[in-house]
Every structure is written in C-alpha cells, then in structure tokens.
C-alpha cells in the first residue's frame, strides 16, 4: 500500500490528492498507481532473475487497457482466459509470444482465435479440450504449443472459492490421466505437447505449498525423460498473497528463495502469472458516506459504492481496510468515532457491505478510500440495481487520466428493447 498514503491528514495516491480527484471526479470510482503496478512487477522479475522467467500478468485480476499497456511497454506478457482478454490483449499489441491461454471452458471459436492470433501456448485443462483444440489446429493446418495443467492435489490454505490445485476442483488434468495423454501424444497430431502448467489457488501466504507442487510435478517430469517425453515449459501459475489486513505474506524473494532451488534442478523455460501480487494494492475504491444511520444495535455507514461495485467482501468475507480520505486530527473530539459501524452500500441485499464493525471517524458527506481494491475488483462489478459501473483512473505522479468512464444510464440499457 507503499503509494497509498496521508500527507497532512489527506490520503494520497503517489502525488494526487484524492479528496481533490473526488471534487473533479465524483464519486464512486476506483484509483490505481502506475508506479505500485511496475513495482510489484519489477520486484518479482527480479527475485526469479535467475531462471529469467517468462511473467504473464494474470488479466483477470484487473483487465483494464492501461493497466494491461503498463505492464506489457514494461516487458510483461499476459495470462488470459477468454476471448475478451483476447481481445483486450491484441487490442494493447500484446506480442503473441507473450501470451497464455488457460480456463476449464475454452470455446471452438475462442480457440480458433487464439491460434490465429499465434499465442505462445494453450494451458489445457481437459482431455476433451485437448482433442477440441488438436482439432481446430488440423482444420488450420498449424501445429501449436500446449501444456497440461495438471491438478498436483496440493492443499494452498487459502479460502475454498480460491482454491484450484486440490483433486476436487474442476480445474486441471489429475498426473495419472496426465501421465497416459502424454504417453499418447502422438494421437495428436497438431499440438506439440511440451509444457507442464500448475495455478493451486490465490492468496497464498507461504512458499510451502507452492514448493510441494513443483516438487510432485518434477518427479513426474522425471518419469516422463526415462520415457523419451522431453517438456520444455513449466508455468508454475499465479497465487501469491498479498496484505489485506494483519496478514504477513512472504515477500517476492522469499517466495523465489524457497521456489528457486525446486526451478533450477529442472532446467525449464519457467513462467509465472500473478494477477492480484501485481495490482492488488495497486488500487483502490473511493466513494462517498451517503448517510450515517443509527439504529439500536449499530451504526450503518450507508456509502454510494455497493457490492455490484467491489464484490470481494459479500463472495468472500474478504477484509478490506477503509480509511477516511480526510483523517482528523487525533485531539479531535468527534463522538461519532465511539461507535462501531458497518460499511454498507445501498443494493438491497443483507450481503451488501464492504466492510463490518470498523472504528471510522467519518461523517454524512465524508470520503473512504476501500484499499487493496487493485485486483478482482472493478473487473467482478456489475450493474446489479441497475447501478452503472464506476470510473476508473490511473495516477502516475503528478498526473491521473481517467481510463475508463462512469458508465450513463443510456449504458445501463444498451442493446435492450422493448
Ligand atoms: C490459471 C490462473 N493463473 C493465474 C491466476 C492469477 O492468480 P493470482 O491473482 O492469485 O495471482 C489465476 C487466478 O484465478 C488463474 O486461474
């Protein structure tokens, strides 16, 4: 939350003022830093600068242009799952050589897309997306890269929504069927199968599990050398956690000092997908205290942002820390302080909070800023209400652009009729 900060008592995004964005701006919106995305990205080029990875930004976790143009002019690849992130990945020039493809349900049409478009390798996750996309490569007569992703059954100790790698998931290939397709592969004609993928979940917060994975996952590509099977990509997913609340995740080289020694044994072209590591506390959700209500068991702090806008709390539970845009001064005496609140948006669901039993001192007309909302955050709103979806801007020092409009209530019926 490095550029995030208060100067004299007003919070701060790298070197714009966000009390003054809200008067230009209104709120809700969502800020982000260039300068915290580049970071996170550099930091963890470097701690892996050993094995000189491949790091593909994982799209979904914020998919807006400019965050994915940043990443990209800075060397990045991307990581994508649908033909939207296709899409949003060439509109930016993403080099084809730079990108991945995974998702458990990649269609004839996304696939065809993708192969077009030369990606460097499909993440399959399925023996029947296997014969779909050997497939589709026959009818354009191109052979393409594909690794399997296989589902290692390792346990990452995150919440269960994020949890991927464990056998009862619906993602990836477990190793005995993994082990007979690669055994098969020249049934396959028009994909050259030369890569091992892994993602075991998000939010992780220690290297171990990560280590356990790769560890299984050598000792398969062992068996398959002794059976002339030679894979050249091992793309050990996204996952690494980041800080929410009191949490204390491994830092970027400590994450790489633990992996590293499991990479090198194996002399791969290694990739890497982070999404939320990169732009989780790159951003964050601004918005506005509509009403302070009290009632007799509790104050409510009725905002203008909702669950449609950040979902991360009502899906998850997930904590965010909201603070005031303006901090008062501590000699202040503000009795509204005493009282915990919930922070609550105006969607008519019990759900609909960002936040709960928080000591804010905040009054009717008065700003929070919802931190660590860089990631899975404006890419999982929606209008539900009928709400149109919010701003979002990007700070680099001095100067914000506004990199995606506030949706009008013209938005709100595109395409509709009556
Ligand atoms: C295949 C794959 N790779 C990478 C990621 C990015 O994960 P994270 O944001 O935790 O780094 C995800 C997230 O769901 C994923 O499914």
Redesign the pocket.
Known sequence: MSDFKYKKDVLYCENINLEKLCEQIGTPFYVYSKKTLLDNYRKLKAAFRSVNPLICY?V??NSNLAVLNTLVKAGSGL?I?SGGELFRAKKIKCPADKIVY?SVGKTEPEIADAIKYGIRMF?VESVPELIKINSCAVKMCKKVDIAL?INPDVEPKTHKY?T?GKKETKFGIDMDTAWEVFNDKDKFRSVNLCGIHL?I???ILTPAPFVKAINKTSNFIGKLKKNNINITTLNI????GIIYDNESPATAAEFAAKILPSLKKLDLKIIL?????IAGNAGAFVCSVTYVKDTPVKRFLIIDGAMNDLVRPSLYGAYHSILPLIRRKENDVFEKCERISDVVGPVCESGDFLGKERKIDVSAGGRLAVLGAG??GFVMSSNYNSRPRVPEILVSGKIFTVVRERETYNDLIKGEMF
């Open positions: 994982s979904k976790a990581d799952v995974a993440n992703r994020i991927t993602h979940g998000s939010q997913g996204g996952g690494l997908e982070p999404g939320r590591f990631a899975y």
